[in-house]
């Protein structure tokens, strides 16, 4: 049973951060592509990062470029979502993707609320 898990989101105020964490089990963490993607209220899910299977490549919506880092560690199935200088925009619900091209394998989690407020 694959099971992506989300946690390290809550409420902080403008300016804070945050780090996320995605546990995954059930898959061969090695040959996924991990992303990162949020989605606010009354609009449409977006990407937010992403990181090569083996850790050699990343991309950044322009929005996060330069507060946001993404990172895995393989030894422990693990992706994690650096979140610095938060904005009010920020506010959303961020979901784990898990994705490869090796055999068909396409996962998402539950998601974890992220809210930015004074």
């Known amino acids: 049973q694959v099971q992506l898990v989300e946690s390290g989101g809550g409420l902080v105020q403008p300016g804070g951060s945050l780090r996320l964490s995605c546990a995954v089990s059930?898959?061969?963490?090695?040959?996924?592509?991990m992303s990162w993607h949020r989605q606010a209220p009354g609009k449409e899910r977006e990407l937010v990062a992403s990181i090569t299977s083996v850790g050699s490549s990343t991309n950044y919506a322009d929005s996060v470029k330069g507060r946001f880092t993404i990172s895995r560690d393989n030894s422990k199935n693990t992706v994690y979502l650096q979140m610095n200088s938060l904005k009010p925009e920020d506010t959303a619900v961020y979901y784990c993707?898990?994705?490869?091209?090796?055999?068909?394998?396409?996962?998402w989690g539950q998601g974890t609320q992220v809210t930015v407020s004074s």
């Open positions: 059930g898959l061969t963490f090695g040959i996924y592509d």
């Open positions: 993707h898990a994705v490869t091209t090796v055999i068909p394998g396409d996962y």
